[in-house]
């Protein structure tokens, strides 16, 4: 692929991650009880900033949905949004000491099969919070990504919620917005491929809705009316600078400053380090983030949103997912969002202002139609147990709490069923007319000490030989008792321990 095929695909995808992440942004601030110029600050800091020096090449950084609940505690706790800015840099420093000393390795203990959960639960998550929007009920944030929302429902009482207040317009852009999507799909692309690649779909169809929208408020199209709250809603830039605040640096040495700021340091670097494993796990090239530098990069990014204002920057799915999926090659695109960020606050406000949430609500929609495919799901089905169960776990708690818990839950339900399986597969024997081995991998523990006692106990060969290859302590009890067992009962009983050698156990 020739470099302006590349550079082309990088500005369009720019766009798109720009207009998904706007509305992000503006309504992750205004959840966190944090000034709306702070989220835009943070995403302008998480493009270009973070873009810059990180070297993943499609993931996108700004403000995350799943640090709104901190940031509230933080900012009451500190007692003023300056206080908490200032944990924001402190957070951003330890965040460099982390990746210094190579906590980006901390990813890799996390199994592929949790990390396409999450995906998946993403892809779910953005249907069923977009839902709402896509036919006008507009009452949760944009970007909360949250089961339990702001607005005393949940994810699905929303959605109930959504059919009793339908909204006519929107309803009309969204399904506008679909067909536009199809007929991209089914022809424009196969058919018409320099103007796709010029103007993607997803850019049509906020085209289209802001025509849409300017027909309605001019002419009364179709007898429909659109009210502000339907539309991308950015307040004016004397607004947005009236709110502007700095860090406070007078409380740095308070304990609950550094609380906060190594709680946000952390949870923002987990969230980081998860979001690379997915994206570098999307990426059609499959290149590798080197996680270490990401980590400083995210420190760096923090530290300036903090000093200008900002929330607290991470590495974000939904983003990272929409610039992968309409077509992104280079970081350029990531960095370009941020440009695009910073323009807007000064150049598009009118335009901006006409973009209907339901055009938007489209958007996400196909990332999380996409996120969440039926093949992925007979794919993992196709595996293992012990990779399909935590793949549906993570799922499921995910879609009831938040990534972090969700990934979590679904780490320790991996640990348990490889740790349940491991053990179940920890014994073997083979046996003829005069011998029988029993050999006992490194995997065995307590939890095997049953078993082993029923094998050992029922053995009547005239020699019988155990080869152990670890050395737990229970496994090695047993072992013992048996072996003074049958030597008194003049059978052979030869014990070797391998444990200090380098066997393979598999190929015994």
Request: aromatic share 12%; net charge neutral; hydrophobic share 50%.
């Amino acid at each position: 692929m020739n470099r302006l095929k590349i550079y082309s695909n990088d500005i369009s995808a720019s766009i798109v991650v720009f207009l998904v992440a706007l509305p992000l942004c503006l309504g992750i601030a205004m959840a966190s009880g944090a000034p709306l110029i702070a989220g835009i600050i943070a995403g302008i800091c998480g493009g270009i900033i973070v873009g810059i020096i990180s070297n993943s090449q499609l993931g996108v950084s700004g403000p995350a949905a799943g640090l709104v609940a901190i940031c509230i505690t933080a900012i009451s706790d500190l007692k003023g949004y300056e206080n908490f800015l200032a944990a924001i840099v402190l957070a951003g420093v330890l965040q460099i000491i982390f990746g210094l000393l190579k906590g980006g390795k901390l990813s890799y203990f996390f199994p592929s099969s949790v990390i396409t959960g999450m995906l998946v639960s993403i892809g779910i998550i953005i249907i069923l919070k977009q839902l709402p929007h896509a036919f006008g009920y507009d009452k949760d944030y944009e970007g909360d990504m949250e089961f339990l929302q702001p607005d005393n429902e949940n994810t699905f009482s929303e959605i109930i919620n959504s059919w009793k207040y339908i909204h006519p317009a929107s309803t009309v852009i969204f399904f506008i917005g679909l067909f536009v999507y199809w007929l991209y799909e089914k022809y424009i692309n196969k058919h018409f491929n320099k103007f796709s690649n010029i103007i993607q779909a997803p850019l049509m169809i906020v085209i289209l809705g802001i025509v849409f929208t300017y027909l309605i408020q001019s002419n009364n199209f179709l007898s429909l009316t659109i009210e502000q709250e339907h539309l991308v809603n950015i307040p004016s830039v004397q607004q947005l600078f009236s709110e502007y605040k700095m860090p406070n640096f007078n409380y740095i040495f308070e304990v609950k400053l550094w609380y906060h700021a190594l709680i946000i340091s952390v949870i923002a670097s987990v969230e980081t380090l998860l979001c690379v494993e997915a994206t570098d796990n999307l990426d059609p090239e499959k290149r590798i983030t080197n996680r270490n530098r990401e980590l400083i990069a995210q420190g760096i990014g923090n530290i300036f949103s903090g000093m200008l204002g900002g929330l607290p920057v991470t590495q974000v799915i939904v983003r990272s997912s929409a610039n992968i999926n309409f077509g992104a090659k280079t970081k350029i695109s990531a960095i370009l969002h941020g440009f695009w960020l910073l323009l807007s606050i000064f150049l598009l406000m009118d335009i901006l202002n006409k973009i209907p949430l339901a055009s938007l609500a489209t958007i996400l929609i196909i990332v999380g139609y996409k996120l969440a495919s039926l093949n992925t799901f007979i794919k993992m089905y196709q595996r293992k147990w012990r990779e399909f169960i935590p793949f549906i776990i993570t799922i499921i708690a995910t879609l009831f709490s938040d990534l972090l818990m969700g990934v979590l839950t679904g780490l320790v339900f991996a640990i348990i069923i490889n740790y349940i399986i491991d053990s179940m597969n920890a014994v073997k024997v083979n046996t003829n007319e005069n011998e029988c081995i029993v050999y006992i991998n490194e995997n065995a523990s307590f939890m095997n000490k049953n078993r082993l006692n029923d094998i050992l106990s029922s053995l009547s060969n005239k020699k019988i030989k155990v080869i152990y290859y670890g050395n737990d302590y229970d496994i090695i009890d047993i072992i013992e008792q048996k072996k003074n067992f049958y030597q008194r009962n003049n059978i052979i009983f030869e014990y070797i321990n391998q444990s200090n050698k380098n066997q393979n156990y598999e190929n015994t």
